[in-house]
């Protein structure tokens, strides 16, 4: 006898067996019932979860002749022709080979007479979608307006091809992915009548390698059985299955989530040692994945289409993992998939994308830094003189009291309130600072003086300027400020052109004389000298490279810092006094 294939074997006879499908199959059985017969039903879903053979019972229970109130006898001359595919009144046809529109007009044509024999005549369309525009035009005065007794079931894989106005006169069923919990009962039953020896977790394993559709999961039972000599072994299974090893997918999440490349690198050159196709492997990686956020968002273990003990390690990696983490490597792992299913070198687009999946943790440690505790109101960073290097002592009292007013700003009461200087930080403009009434310094003369009392007005601008708009003051950073007969002289370098962009703007202008206002008085001016050579730094500047340097050493030395050069790799260029402020305001 002429072996049969057991997808073939065991294709439903009856709508009881047509499993997973019990909504379409109490709609059409109410149906038979009530005698409520519609011209037109259209059938969808995925490959092989019961499309045409829902559409044979159908045409079977219309026709049977102890029908059509109850489902197939199977024993009558109608049935047993509708199963061989002998009935004249039951047209099963291709739409793939029948697409044309001359094909189709022929068809309609014909169909304008009833039936022969049986009850109803019955035409079952598969794969309509393959049918021309112009052939569904042809078709479309008769499946609107049929003559008695016509019933058209259109079966498809692809609805959305299917035009609206046939869809309109259809009653459409769609027909769902066949999940592994029904599905590995009815494998074990096929086992158990064909006498083949299986494990539960090899039925299991090959339940989840039809990814929802029956004939698939039957046809790969068949093989994996004459494979092992009636035999299915696990090992074997997964081998043959594919890339459904859950002993690597929980290695390589577990690599993944610890940014252990070099374990990603070699679980990758074991994929493709083992011959396993690299499409296969990362689809099912990527369901693997589902899975673990599914139970780091609180799912049930027990609901999972994995062996126990397989789950229960699962729910402890995804829980430890959390939420966010997950997410983020199951985004990225979907957007790598069209890259590993389109490329010509489908190993190495997978093993990168696996190797990219594992840099994300260094994101996880960014966040914890970038986010510990620091309310967003904290002050910014302030540069202040080192106390470990003392300053060379200068030539006069004058140039001492003139470099310790440069390098000590005054005190405001912002800066009062500072605890500690904090990184990245973002400064908001404040009323300004009225200027503190100077002290008289009856010990020195009348010229040193005024020297002091210049200097220090000059450190109190930059300090005021630098709580107003930071940007604007560290553009100011390598200019000479000089302030005589009421008027602040800005002499900036020769090729300080961002510089005097930003002082031409009009806020910036706005800005810098409110700035001026605040600390020499309300009739004070300021101008800005252009393409000044760069000469000596006056004695208000002197140290100001020294501080700078310090402060580039104290930044690189904070923890947070150092954590994230060491993440990226990277080392400290600059140092600014503040967050940026508004681009647009600023540029």
């Not at 009530?34 to 045409?59: N, P």
């Not at 369901?287 to 609901?303: I, T």
């Not at 000590?408 to 990245?424: C, I, Q, S, V």
Request: charged share 25%.
């Amino acid at each position: 006898m002429t072996y049969q294939v057991l997808a073939r074997k065991w294709r439903p006879r009856e709508f009881a067996s047509l499993i997973g499908q019990q909504a379409v199959v109490t709609a059409l059985t109410n149906a038979l019932r009530e005698g409520r017969i519609a011209q037109a039903y259209l059938f969808s879903g995925i490959r092989g979860v019961g499309k045409t053979t829902a559409a044979r019972l159908f045409a079977k229970a219309l026709n049977c002749e102890r029908g059509p109130e109850v489902g197939p006898c199977n024993d009558c001359p109608t049935c047993r022709e509708i199963s061989a595919g002998g009935d004249l009144d039951v047209l099963e046809i291709d739409a793939a080979t029948y697409s044309k529109v001359e094909q189709v007009r022929e068809l309609a044509e014909s169909l304008k007479y009833g039936p022969t024999r049986d009850r109803y005549k019955v035409v079952v369309l598969d794969e309509v979608h393959r049918l021309s525009r112009q052939a569904f035009d042809a078709l479309l005065k008769i499946v609107e307006e049929p003559p008695p007794r016509l019933v058209f079931i259109f079966a498809t894989t692809e609805v959305d091809a299917v035009p609206a106005t046939i869809l309109s006169r259809c009653q459409e069923f769609h027909f769902r992915r066949v999940g592994a919990a029904e599905l590995v009962p009815y494998l074990a039953e096929i086992a158990r009548a064909e006498s083949i020896t299986a494990t539960e977790r090899a039925l299991a394993l090959v339940a989840r390698a039809g990814e929802g559709s029956v004939r698939d999961a039957v046809a790969l039972l068949d093989q994996l059985a004459t494979f092992g000599n009636g035999t299915v072994e696990e090992e074997e299974a997964a081998r043959l299955v594919g890339g459904l090893d859950l002993a690597l997918f929980a290695r390589l999440l577990d690599a993944i989530l610890a940014g252990d490349s070099p374990q990603v690198a070699a679980i990758a050159r074991e994929v493709e040692a083992q011959g396993w196709d690299p499409r296969q492997v990362h689809a099912h990686f990527l369901g693997f994945c589902r899975d673990a956020l599914h139970l780091a968002l609180g799912g049930d273990d027990v609901a999972l289409e994995l062996p126990r003990e397989e789950a229960v390690a699962l729910a402890a990696t995804s829980r430890a993992a959390g939420y966010e983490n997950l997410l983020r490597l199951l985004h990225h792992l979907l957007a790598s998939e069209a890259t590993v299913r389109r490329s010509d070198a489908a190993e190495l687009a997978l093993e990168l994308a696996w190797l990219k999946a594992a840099e994300l943790p260094k994101l996880e440690r960014i966040e914890t830094l970038l986010g510990g505790g620091t309310p967003p109101s904290a002050p910014r960073l302030r540069r202040e003189p080192p106390a470990a290097r003392p300053a060379p002592a200068p030539a006069s009292a004058k140039a001492a009291a003139t470099t310790a007013a440069a390098r000590t700003p005054a005190p405001t009461p912002e800066a009062d309130r500072a605890a500690a200087p904090e990184l990245g930080t973002r400064e908001t403009e404040r009323p300004p600072t009225p200027a503190p009434a100077a002290e008289p310094d009856a010990n020195a003369d009348a010229e040193d003086a005024e020297a002091d009392s210049n200097a220090t007005r000059l450190a109190r601008f930059r300090a005021e300027l630098s709580a107003r708009r930071p940007t604007l003051a560290a553009q100011l950073e390598t200019a000479t400020l000089a302030f005589a007969d009421g008027e602040l002289a800005i002499h900036l370098l020769a090729d300080d052109a961002v510089a005097v962009k930003h002082l031409n703007r009009a806020s910036n202008r706005e800005m810098l004389g409110n700035a001026v206002a605040a600390v020499f008085g309300a009739g004070a001016r300021w101008r800005l000298v252009e393409n000044a050579r760069q000469a000596a730094p006056a004695p208000a500047d002197a140290g100001r490279e020294e501080a700078a340097a310090e402060l580039r050493a104290a930044v690189a030395g904070d923890e947070r810092v150092q954590a994230v050069l060491d993440i990226f790799g990277g080392r400290v260029a600059a140092v600014a006094t503040g967050a940026d402020t508004d681009l647009e305001e600023n540029g």
